[in-house]
Structures are given as C-alpha cells and as structure tokens.
C-alpha cells in the first residue's frame, strides 16, 4: 500500500511537470520571454514536481521510475491539445500507444 502512494505521488509530479511544460511554452510567446506569469508559474511549478519526485523515488524503483517517466509523453500533448489547441498528428498517436503499449507489458 505504501508504494502505490509513492507511485501516485510519481505521478503526479509528472503531471504537474507537463503542465508547468505548456506554461512554459505559453510564457515562450509573450513579450517579455523571461518575466511573465506563466513563466514564474511553470518555474514553480517545475520546482514543485521536483520535490514531489525526490519524495517518490524513496518509495519507487528506478526501473518503474523510468517507465513511469515516459507518461510525460502522453501528457504534454493531451495538455496541448486540451489547454493550448493543438492538432495531435498520427506520429504523437502511434508513439503514444507504443509508450501505452510498454507500460502495460511492463505492468504484467
């Protein structure tokens, strides 16, 4: 049981890394590149995923944390597709379900 939330908690801090991703990139196109609210959010933000991560490899093994990692690759361009409007192109899918794919593999 504790490991499952040490797992939860990997998680999460990869979905608030893509989230803070997409800020980034939203704070990317604004007149001032570096001084911005979504680039101060998504620095923080990216400084929380951290701490949530460290907290998350005490109780997750490093192979597990690498898979668990590749769900960034899912998450970013739902994220982009949901919040920013971006077309997802049939290379993001195939990757995407090869990444589902793996995971599941792994999983057995």
Same mark, same amino acid.
């Given at each position: ?8 908690? +990997?998680?999460i801090? /990869? @979905? ?19 001084i911005? !609210? ?19 490899? !005490? ?11 590749? *769900?960034?690759? /899912?998450?970013?361009?739902l *994220?982009?597709?949901? *919040? @920013?409007k971006?077309? /997802? ?6 990757? $995407?379900? +090869?990444? $589902?794919?793996? $995971? ?5």
């Amino acid at each position: 049981m504790q490991n499952s939330i040490y797992i939860l908690l +990997f998680v999460i801090s /990869i @979905l608030i890394a893509s989230f803070s991703q997409i800020l980034l990139k939203t704070g990317a196109g604004k007149k001032n590149i570096y001084i911005n !609210k979504y680039t101060i959010i998504g620095y923080s933000l990216m400084v929380i995923s951290m701490i949530f991560t460290l907290i998350g490899y !005490k109780g997750v093994n490093l192979t597990l944390s690498g898979v668990l990692q590749g *769900l960034s690759f /899912i998450f970013v361009p739902l *994220l982009s597709m949901i *919040l @920013l409007k971006e077309k /997802i192109n049939k290379t993001t899918i195939v990757g $995407i379900t +090869f990444i $589902i794919t793996g $995971i599941i593999i792994y999983s057995l």
